[in-house]
């Protein structure tokens, strides 16, 4: 009765380990998808940040475009006034 008592109980610590194992096994597939996302995320960030140095970019040049337009419509309007020869 004893020995079956034993064998009874290495059989549910074997099932412990096993299921002990899998439960590693998964910790260890969560921590790799989470530094996967991690680095995506990352790499998101960095694509953020170069699109927002492309916009500010492409806003300073339309600010330029803008006061050089402005100063062309100033002299345009300037001319009218002025006499022509």
Avoid at 47 to 76: A, K, P, S, W, Y
Wanted: proline residues 1%.
């Amino acid at each position: 009765m004893a020995d079956q008592t034993q064998e009874l109980m290495f059989e549910i610590l074997r099932k412990l380990q096993a299921d002990i194992t899998t439960i590693k096994d998964g910790q260890r597939d969560t921590r790799q998808d989470i530094a996967s996302l991690r680095n995506y995320m990352h790499l998101l960030q960095g694509d953020f940040n170069n699109m927002r140095g492309t916009m500010t970019q492409v806003l300073d040049r339309l600010d330029r475009i803008e006061n050089r337009l402005e100063l062309r419509e100033l002299q345009e309007a300037q001319a009218r006034f002025e006499s022509h020869p």
